[in-house]
């Protein structure tokens, strides 16, 4: 065992984050105000969209599922192969997640599949645009319209993405990020809510306030809502300032994250295609928060136990959703046999900003002496 682990994943957090969050603490005000204000501006100039930021991914998830109305009797087409966030954003709501399979390729939604598995009380489709890779979109929004159905991208894993020629979240329905401590930029926990619907801006805008009708208008301009109306259910989903002033530090680091990220992952391919199965995502385009590569089935856990003897920390992403207790009962489970064998042969290998391109030969050294 080599002393220092290569992790799978890491903030990257420098002086300037931590000035940042020393200038709020010197100010006092640690709540929603202008930090957070800032924060959305710029994001709202990335993505050329209005932008509301909550507490995590997770409840950019949930208030935009409830914006759409999405609650008890409805239906939302999912893939099973996601973070266990996506699913429980749409429990969350009352409705019930309809577990689909994922494209082989890709390992996004499969549209074959959601088609098979819309019935009348479908309301609304959520695409994991999984390692970063948002795969067939305009197909998923083709289906969509079709169908009538609410988009909810959960982005967690694609911020920076390009998908043809745009940048995923500025265009389409309604996308949702995650800036979790290990995502493509981290704001401590966060998220945020990019979309073109006026509607729905301002619901989530309501409801991370515990529905207090337009408190974040009066908290950015300094002052507090004490005569208020509330009409809908609202939940403490605000993201506080000092989440914001790492969130800004972070997006203004973001071209140098993105350059690094695509050109590991892009040296991880040159060393390892031909070797096992590795994504087919154009690292030009796609910002990669993961790195998975696909292995003969069955070998998956010795592997994983060798290379983190040899100090080379791994994961799975992700135990298939319909898997779980909570989700297993509402399912056929035998139509979803791609899913269960993709989820045998996958390993997520280290990526992360500060990963060097000599521990990605050191890492796919070690892989290739345990095929
Ligand atoms: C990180 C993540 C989320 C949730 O974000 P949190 O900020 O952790 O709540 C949702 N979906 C996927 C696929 C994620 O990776």
Known sequence: MTDKLIRLSKSCIGEAEKQAVSGVLAREYLGMGSEVEQFENALSKFFGRPTVCVVNGTAALHLSLQACDVGAGDEVLVQSLTYIASFQAITATGATPIACEVDDRTLTIDLIDAQNKLSPRTKAIMPMHYAGNPGPLSKTYKFANKNKLR?????????????????????GDIACFSFDGIKNITSGEGGVVVTDDPHITQAVSDARLLGVERDTENRYAGDRSWDFDVVQQGWRYHMSNIMASIGSVQLKKFEHFKKSRQELAQYYDSLLSGYVNVSESDYAQVVPHIYVIRIAPGQRDRIRTELLKNGIQTGIHYKPNHLLSKYSSNQDCSTLIRTENIYDSIITLPLHPDLTLQQVDFICTKLKELL
């Open 151 to 171: 988009v909810i991208e959960d982005a967690a894993h694609s911020f920076g993405t390009i998908y043809h020629d745009r940048l995923v979240g500025s265009f």
